[in-house]
């Protein structure tokens, strides 16, 4: 059975470096792409960002200047890092897999088939 | 960027019932969508990938239908534990993205 399980701090103060890990538990780790999600509290969720076991990225342009994601393959980990924090980064932050998607011209990520169980980061002074 | 938007954003209906979602993206984007479900306090969950295919954990009251920017997830028959908000995700382009959600309530 596939898990996910993530952790990090949970309170910032404005213009610290937000750091969420996650852990995954059973499947093929190479064979994934691995992605980060945030949700405002109340609304909906945004996309960050993806890595692969060979650190291909694709970020969100909204937040690329402030966030680098990388992959420990070794403890099939992958880590999120935000830096220089505002309230506005305040959310539920959700790691999840996304198999890899082979056509005839790419291999890509698509659907999100698994979830870690999401943690609640606030910034406040 | 790939504006998903959803409509209704709240649906208010009975146990029973069929609800259906609908999901717009701004260009087409093939059958490149999913569908997930979430619950207070819970990560989402896929209900549909390739917009039409159910992962086989999902029960096939969920359905889903469309092709390039219109797409609809329908809820044959609502019960208790279908009460929750649908998101819809496009994965044709980068960045990815989410439609804003229709919450499913009780009437």
């Known amino acids: 059975q596939v898990q996910l399980q993530q952790w990090g701090a949970g309170l910032l103060k404005p213009s610290e470096t937000l750091s969420l890990t996650c852990a995954v538990y059973?499947?093929?780790?190479?064979?994934?792409?691995w992605t980060w999600i945030r949700q405002p509290p109340g609304k909906g969720l945004e996309w960050i960002g993806e890595?692969?076991?060979?650190?291909?990225?694709n970020y969100n342009p909204s937040l690329k200047s402030r966030v680098t994601i990388s992959v420990d393959t070794s403890k099939n980990q992958f880590t999120l890092k935000v830096n220089s924090v505002t309230a506005a980064d305040t959310g539920v932050y959700y790691c999840?897999?996304?198999?890899?998607?082979?056509?005839?011209?790419?291999?890509?990520?698509?659907?999100?088939?698994?979830w870690g169980q999401g943690t609640l980061v606030t910034v406040s002074s | 960027e790939i504006v998903m938007t959803q409509s209704p954003a709240t649906l208010s209906l009975s146990p029973g019932d069929r609800a259906t979602l609908s999901c717009r993206a701004s260009q087409s984007i093939g059958n490149n969508l999913a569908w997930y479900q979430q619950k207070p306090g819970q990560a989402p969950r896929l209900l549909i990938f390739g917009a039409s295919t159910r992962p086989t954990t999902i029960p096939d009251k969920f359905s889903g239908s469309g092709s390039g920017t219109e797409f609809t997830l329908t809820i044959s028959s609502l019960q208790s534990e279908d009460f929750a908000v649908y998101y819809c995700?496009?994965?044709?382009?980068?960045?990815?993205?989410f439609g804003q959600g229709t919450k499913v309530e009780i009437k």
């Open positions: 059973g499947g093929s780790f190479n064979d994934y792409y």
């Open positions: 995700q496009q994965y044709n382009d980068w960045p990815r993205t």
């Open positions: 999840a897999r996304s198999p890899r998607l082979i056509t005839s011209s790419a291999v890509t990520s698509y659907k999100l088939d698994f």
């Open positions: 890595i692969n076991h060979s650190e291909i990225t």
